[in-house]
């Protein structure tokens, strides 16, 4: 499904981070900008100025506890969660030292084909990479045939661990990004996804 949002021009902010600021106050409204900013990785004035972008475009308002997010916030929010996880750490010592965030998206193993265009992304948003996994017939797939996850059994370990507890079903896919810093990681798994749902939100 496509949502096309549109919110008025801000060249300082990226869809990944105003995604990620949303998801953080619909988990915890009571999140101070210090704490927010810290999770975000950028500083508290910009996190200040984006805070007010979104006020600005209908998205939060204020509340002497915090953030709250409007009806059309929650409509963002969950639009994109309803086709996705939340991100999530993950450990993946034999694919890379890197630090690693997921994402599992539903029922989108269709809509990939090598791989490639998700890793340029990642690449993009300052990440050292990309793992795509497609889940088909219970086990792990990369989405070409010249590799394969057996070739890396401790962190097929954990994969097949998170695939268990998320219940994951067939053709969806988990991407996972590897960066010097989880924020870099957070960031590109959520470009990727609003790439591979089609989900415009133009700023």
Known sequence: MDLKTNLHKSPAFSEAYLIRTLIEIKKNPLIGRKTLSSKIGICEGS???L???LKDNGMLTATKKGQSITSAGNEITTQFLKFCSFPFKIYLPDMTLDNCMGIILRNVSEKIKSGIV????AIREGCNGAFIL???NDEFKFPFINTSILDFSVSLEFLNNMA???NLKENDVVVICFAEDYIKAENGIIKISL???NFKLEI
Not at 118 to 121: F, S
């Open 195 to 197: 790439n591979i749902q």
């Open 134 to 136: 497609l889940w088909t």
């Open 118 to 121: 998700e890793r340029d992304i």
């Open 47 to 49: 996190m200040r100025s």
């Open 51 to 53: 805070l007010n972008h």
């Open 164 to 166: 268990r507890r998320e």
